[in-house]
């Protein structure tokens, strides 16, 4: 049993802030490669070169990058009641929402707006206990692993051991802007 006490350990930090990531990815219906064992999020299929030219998916893939952004802060604001692996996170966000804004290109939506309606999706993501209650058992299994000296974790693994708790949602592909109602 994890208790607040080890959110003093750095590594178990790192490995409910990848939690997060991955619990946030898996929601979203995004097939993850793998995870490494450092503070950033996981490399998923979304993240393959942009070839189709399809702006809504670039739109997509921006917006899903910054909930599993947000994701990890999530997770170790639950966990450890602080985020201090998110340090760089807020950079990343803040860039791919000025992004976004122009992307929208709607006179009305600033980037702070965008910004703080991707952080309220994040944490209506989190508010069901069956998820906030996944956050620990998911950061046990990578911390487990990294001790084992596994610093790159495959994604079937962890989709499996998510999937132990959260069974994956089905996922219509749509935009973030229509489902927050400003497209």
Known sequence: MIDTADCNDPAFRVSVYQAGHA???HLLAQKILYIQMLPHPPMTVC???????N???YVEILE???LELFGGQSAENIVCASASCSSGDSSRIDEITRILETLYNEDDLRAQDILFDLKDR??????PK?????????????FAQERDGYIKIGGKVLTDTIAKFIPQPVHKRRSLLKLLKFG
């Open 122 to 127: 994040a944490l209506e993501m989190f508010a």
């Open 47 to 53: 993240e393959k070169p942009f070839t189709s030219y």
């Open 64 to 66: 899903i990058r910054v």
């Open 23 to 25: 619990i946030t990815a």
């Open 55 to 57: 702006w809504n998916a």
């Open 130 to 142: 069956p998820v906030r209650d996944a956050i620990v058992p998911v950061a046990e299994f990578l």
